[in-house]
């Protein structure tokens, strides 16, 4: 698996009003919604490019100075960029053919930003075609925050249990602590042979990442320059990647079992919309239409936009829910529902006698 390649049942799936995923394909490829945006992604990765470039010059250029710290926010914001861009290039929005999509991928992933591609891609198939599960969809598992009071039981130790107690802001927290374990998820997928093809290619290059990294830093920076360096960058690169991603799903329903809904709801009904604005769309990279993306995953990101008026009207014609809200109420939500969830785990454990 070189792309995400997430993608609905073949047969015709059906919503309680009727409406298929087929036939609102329809009404978005005639709108030509799913066609090819050269122009754009040439722009958007040449400027991403040259943008994390003047980052990593402004670098060198400073030497050694406590300003490198500014540097640091500033590369964390456009490592976080170039994660998007892979996030396209991933979704093969960009090019259709394997060979030069996980060329970009590998370079944008591996190289550029130190995480590994091939690990990424599997990670977020599941995601894709699971949203939302509380088994199956790994960007729920993996987490340390619970959605549903029964994921309380998989959860032992203090640490696990303050997460618990505490998840309604410690979600805007934990990501400051992620940075670690997600460069290190390709080697560790790949001890667990969960890397199916390229995973020579893919550990090599990952490995040149770290290397050249840990090596510019320290050659720069004495130690604790270095390391303070190395915090600010990476766990703000994190974060960012995680304010991003957490009103895409969280706080919204989640199933679990062998039966799945079909596919229209299954993705409508499990993710969230930002309202658009030109700040929005750039800072969270057109996930911002998350439901948009999640039903047509292929969609060129500049086209997100012009589809989010006629998948609303698709969505509510056919009594479909569309969830869409602005930035700070999706926010609450995320927040409110953690903590529901943490009182209804804390009334269960006081009903059974825990403590």
Not at 37 to 50: G, M, Q, V
Not at 296 to 302: A, E, K, Q, S
Request: hydrophobic content about 40%; aromatic content about 12%.
């Amino acid at each position: 698996m070189t792309s995400v390649e997430s993608s609905p049942p073949s047969t015709p799936q059906g919503t309680a009003g009727g409406g298929t995923h087929n036939e609102l394909t329809e009404l978005v490829k005639t709108a030509g919604l799913l066609d090819r945006s050269r122009a754009y992604f040439r722009i958007k990765i040449a400027s991403t490019f040259l943008a994390l470039a003047a980052g990593w010059t402004a670098f060198a250029w400073a030497g050694n100075t406590w300003w490198q710290l500014a540097v640091a926010v500033y590369l964390a914001f456009w490592f976080g960029q170039t994660g998007l861009v892979m996030h396209d290039i991933g979704h093969r929005q960009v090019w259709r053919t394997r060979g030069r999509t996980q060329a970009m991928g590998y370079f944008h992933a591996n190289l550029l930003v130190g995480i590994s591609f091939g690990w990424w891609v599997g990670h977020h198939t599941r995601h894709h075609n699971h949203p939302n599960h509380l088994t199956l969809d790994p960007d729920v598992v993996r987490r340390r925050v619970i959605f549903h009071p029964s994921q309380s039981k998989s959860r032992s130790g203090k640490f696990a249990r303050f997460v618990i107690r505490h998840q309604s802001w410690l979600l805007y927290v934990l990501p400051l602590m992620d940075w670690f374990r997600v460069h290190l998820s390709g080697f560790a997928a790949a001890v667990e042979g969960n890397l199916r093809q390229r995973r020579v290619l893919d550990l090599s290059l990952l490995t040149v990442h770290l290397a050249a990294y840990g090596t510019a830093v320290f050659y720069v920076l004495p130690p604790v320059k270095a390391i303070a360096f190395i915090f600010v960058h990476q766990a703000l690169f994190s974060l960012y990647l995680g304010l991003i991603f957490a009103p895409n799903h969280k706080g919204l329903a989640v199933r679990d079992g062998e039966q799945e809904p079909d596919w229209l709801p299954r993705q409508v009904l499990t993710s969230r919309n930002i309202r658009p604005g030109v700040l929005t769309d750039f800072l969270y990279g057109g996930l911002n239409y998350q439901i948009e993306h999640h039903l047509f995953p292929g969609m060129p990101r500049p086209h997100l936009r012009r589809a989010q008026p006629l998948v609303k009207h698709y969505c509510l014609t056919h009594g479909l829910s569309y969830h869409e809200v602005s930035l700070a109420t999706a926010y609450g939500e995320i927040s409110r529902h953690l903590a529901a969830v943490t009182s209804e785990v804390r009334s269960t454990e006081l009903g059974g006698g825990e403590r």
